[in-house]
């Protein structure tokens, strides 16, 4: 899934932390795959991930199918891609729940970066 955000990658993984925050989930940290890239001679647009999670929600996901945990926590990538703004991009819940195998009622969590995404994006 992906959106547009009217902000550039910096101030859009700074709303999206807050909003984040904001919705009772803990930020686990924010990649950014630009700055490694330069690290090592390379260059690349900017592209970070935020990756985000709240225990509570991801547990019984976790209980119930051990290895969603290599899909969580939740992650969104925000990245430069040459335009004004910048694009929000995050696994569709659907491809999640089929993937896993999951029940409706197990779906909420997965929504997760849509709703963080969605605080944010065409700000």
Not at 57 to 75: Q, S, V, W
Not at 101 to 107: C, E, I, R, T
């Amino acid at each position: 899934m992906t959106r547009r955000s009217a902000h550039g990658v910096g101030e859009t993984i700074s709303a999206l932390r807050a909003e984040a925050q904001r919705v009772g989930a803990a930020v686990v940290a924010v990649v950014d795959h630009a700055a490694a890239a330069r690290k090592v001679g390379l260059s690349m647009p900017d592209t970070q991930v935020i990756i985000f999670g709240n225990p509570q929600a991801g547990t019984p996901l976790m209980l119930a199918r051990p290895e969603i945990a290599i899909d969580l926590p939740m992650r969104l990538m925000v990245r430069d891609d040459g335009q004004p703004g910048s694009l929000i991009t995050w696994q569709d819940p659907a491809y999640l729940a089929q993937r896993y195998g999951l029940a409706a009622d197990q779906l909420a969590p997965l929504n997760a970066p849509a709703t963080v995404a969605s605080a944010v994006e065409g700000r």
